[in-house]
């Protein structure tokens, strides 16, 4: 059973900041590591995914990098605007592919 | 939302009674999820399907059962529903293996 932990819980960023959410795993499959996007009230969205053999990934505001050494991959997010807020999830495949999500940090971007 | 429905939105019902949620997709894809969503947990694959007829357990998939006799279609039964099983569920769909789409969610409310 994958194991997937994710911090920080929440976050508050000023406009115009980097926002910076990091998620850890346990057991590594050659599969996409995707980070998804929820507003209230609706399901999440898919915001960005990388592969294992990737480093790091970019587009648009939104970065992932990946560390395959340390088991580790984070999501940061370029000149956060008022509209980014909302709660992040990090995801890793397991067996058979099917995701582990970690608990999800809700972040705040203020004026 | 990408083509998928979730019906109901919003259900409150008793303990001990059988609840059934559908979801609904017009993507006519391969792969059907049921998750719940609670917080501190993250979303938790409950059910998955991997073709008509064809299902498998997820993590929490105790106390609840699936059907897919259609593509289009994936139900999710509690068979007697119970406090514990006061949550959100989300419905996903993907042509691959892991969850692209999210449906807009179900919050149940068992009393």
């Known amino acids: 059973q994958q194991q997937v932990k994710q911090s920080p819980q929440s976050l508050i960023v000023q406009k115009g900041g980097i926002s910076i959410i990091n998620c850890a795993y346990e057991?590594?499959?050659?599969?996409?590591f995707p980070w998804y996007q929820q507003f209230p009230g609706k399901g999440p969205a898919l915001l960005i995914a990388?592969?294992?053999?990737?480093s790091e990934k970019k587009e648009g505001r939104f970065t992932i990098s990946f560390n395959k050494s340390a088991k580790q991959f984070s999501l940061h997010i370029m000149d956060s605007q008022p509209g980014d807020s909302a709660t992040y999830f990090c995801?890793?495949?397991?067996?058979?592919?099917?995701?582990?999500f970690g608990t999800g940090t809700r972040l705040q971007v203020t004026l | 939302d990408a083509g998928i429905t979730q019906s109901p939105r919003h259900k409150v019902t008793e303990t001990g009674t059988p609840v059934t949620l559908r979801c609904h997709q017009t993507e006519n894809h391969r792969y059907m999820y049921w998750y719940r969503q609670d917080p501190g947990h993250g979303l938790r694959l409950i059910h998955y399907s991997y073709g008509v007829k064809d299902t498998d357990k997820g993590e929490v998939s105790d106390g609840y059962s699936v059907s897919r006799s259609k593509t289009e279609d994936f139900l999710l039964t509690l068979e007697s529903a119970t406090s514990s099983q006061t949550s959100v569920y989300f419905c996903?769909?993907?042509?691959?293996?892991?969850?692209?789409?999210f449906g807009n969610g179900t919050r149940l409310t068992v009393t």
């Open positions: 996903a769909i993907s042509p691959r293996e892991s969850p692209l789409h």
């Open positions: 990388i592969r294992p053999d990737v």
């Open positions: 995801a890793a495949p397991g067996t058979a592919s099917k995701l582990t």
């Open positions: 057991n590594t499959a050659f599969d996409y």
